[in-house]
Nanobody, 119 residues
Framework: QVQLVESGGGLVQAGGSLRLSCAASGLTFSRYRMAWFRQAPGKEREFVADINWSGGTSYSDSVKGRFTITRDNAKNTVYLQMNSLKPEDTAVYYC?????????????WGQGTQVTVSS
């Protein structure tokens, strides 16, 4: 059974930094695409960043240059380093994993972690 558990959210002032973690279990982690999404109140869930099994990354335009996604296959964990945070980054952040190994389709989601950026 695949489980994704996010941590690291919290309250931070604008301009500050946070690092989110997502610990995965129940899958051969190194073979999976991993991604971060976020959902702000009253808005749809949106893509933030992803990293594939080869280490290739992509980012939404809104976070490019400020956020960095990395993975530690030895720890079955994916990270999202968030710098220069803005109030508009306030959202629940979700970790997602591929539907199966070497797949770009997402199939598993964590429960989310709240990030609040105050102005």
């Amino acid at each position: 059974q695949v489980q994704l558990v996010e941590s690291g959210g919290g309250l931070v002032q604008a301009g500050g930094s946070l690092r989110l973690s997502c610990a995965a279990s129940g899958l051969t982690f190194s073979r999976y695409r991993m991604a971060w999404f976020r959902q702000a109140p009253g808005k749809e869930r949106e893509f933030v960043a992803d990293i594939n099994w080869s280490g290739g990354t992509s980012y939404s335009d809104s976070v490019k240059g400020r956020f960095t996604i990395t993975r530690d296959n030895a720890k079955n964990t994916v990270y999202l380093q968030m710098n220069s945070l803005k109030p508009e980054d306030t959202a629940v952040y979700y970790c997602a994993a591929g539907q199966r190994h070497y797949s770009n389709e997402l199939g598993y989601w964590g429960q989310g972690t709240q990030v609040t950026v105050s102005s």
